[in-house]
C-alpha cells in the first residue's frame, strides 16, 4: 500500500516536470550530451542486458571516488559478476568514464518519476542495488520493494540538513527507508541518525567509512610554489576573512597563506571579503605572479586540492570555522599532514573525534585560537611530523574497508 507521505511526493514531483525537464534539457544543451537528457528521462538504447548486473549508484564526483576501491573489491571477489555504475551528474559521467575499469557498465539514473525508473530497471535488470552514502529517492526505492530487489545504502551517512530537515520531509523519507533491504553506516552516530529518520533499528549496521581505503591521486604531486605555504582547503562563505584575521595574527614571516575555495566561482565575493591591496594577494586562474609581497593565494582551479595538500607545511580543513559541517580530512591525513579543523565538524565527526583521539589532528575554537597554532606549529617541525605521521597511521589502518564493505555485501548480493 502506498504512503501518504509517497503519494503527496509523486504529486509535487509530477507537478515540477516542467522545470525538472528544463534543467535537464539545459545541462545536455550545455555539455551537448543527448546520452545525458534520454537517460536521465529514463530511455536506454541497445537491447536489455541479459546478465543481471550488480548495480551501485554514486551520484556525484564524492560518491564516485568513495565507491572506486569497493569497485575494486567487488571485482577482485567476482570477476564473473556484471557491474553497472550509475551516476547523477555530468561530471561525475566524466570521471566515470576515465577511471572506471574496462567491463563496468555505466549509465545515467534516471530522475525519479514512476515510470522513467521503471524504465532503467526493466532495461537493466539488476541483482541487486548499492546505493552510496545519501540518496534516497522515494519512487526509485519504492520500485525495487515492489521488485523484491535487494536495495542497500553503502557507507551510509546523514549530513546536517537531512537530519533536521522539515517534519513533512521526514515523513518522506521514513516511507523510503522502509524499503531498504539494509543500511551499511559509516559511525555510530550515522546509524542512530537513520534509526531516528526512520530506518527498522535491525537492518542498520556499522561498518565504518570507506572513504578510508580511498586511493591518493596517482597523478598527484607537490605544486610548487616560490614559498612555503599553510593551505586553507575548501574554505566556505565568509571563513576566508576568519582564516586571513588568523593569518595576520600568526604574522609568519616566509610563508605564505594558500586559500583553495570550496566553491571557487566566489572569487569576486572572496577578494571582496579580504580586500587586499594589489601585490599582497594572487589568483591562480588569473595566472598571477607570487610577488616577494604577496601574502595570500588563491587557488580557485579545479582539480588541484591534492597537489597542494601535498606540498603544504600545514592543512587548515574548511568549512568548520563557520556552520558547514566540516569537510573531509582523510585525504590530507592520507598524505601525512599536520591538520587543524574549527568546532563545526558535524559532517565528519566519528573522523575527527579518531584523529584528535590518536594525536592525529589539532582543533580549534575559534579565529583567534586558529592564529595561536598557526604560530606555534610553524615554529615546531616536529610537532607538525608527529601530527602527519599519527594521522597517516591511523588511515593505514582502515585501508581494508572497502573489503570489509565488499564481505557484508555478499549477505544479500551473492554472485
Known sequence: ???????????LFNLLTPLLLGYTLWQALRERSWRYLRERCGHYRGNPMEASPLWLHAASVGELNAALPLIDALRNRHPEQALLITTTTLSSARLAMRLLPAGVSHAFLPLDWSGAVGRFLDHYRPRCALIMETELWPNLFAACAARRLPLIIVNGRLSLRTRNAPRWLCRLYRSALGSVTAILARSEADKAGFIALGAPAERVRVIGNIKFSAETQKTATNIPLPRPYVLAASTRDGEETLVWRAWRQAAPEN???????R???????????????PGQIAVRSRAQTILPATRVYIADTFGELTGFMAGAELVFMGGSLVPRGGQNVLEAARLGKALVFGPHMENFADEARLLLEHDGAVQVQDADALGQVFSALLAQPERRAALGAA????????????????VALEEWCEA
Not at 500500500?1 to 504529486?11: E, H, Q, V
Not at 610563508?255 to 575555495?261: D, G
Not at 582502515?398 to 564493505?405: E, H, I, N
Request: proline share 10%; aromatic share 4%.
Open 1 to 11: 500500500m502506498t504512503s501518504p507521505a509517497l503519494t503527496r511526493y509523486r504529486l
Open 391 to 406: 594521522a597517516q597511521q591511523l588511515v593505514e589502518r582502515r585501508r581494508d574497508m572497502a573489503q570489509r564493505y565488499a
Open 263 to 277: 566553491h571557487p566561482q566566489r572569487l569576486p565575493e572572496i577578494l571582496r571579503d579580504l580586500a587586499l591591496p
Open 255 to 261: 610563508h605564505l597563506l594558500v586559500i583553495v575555495p
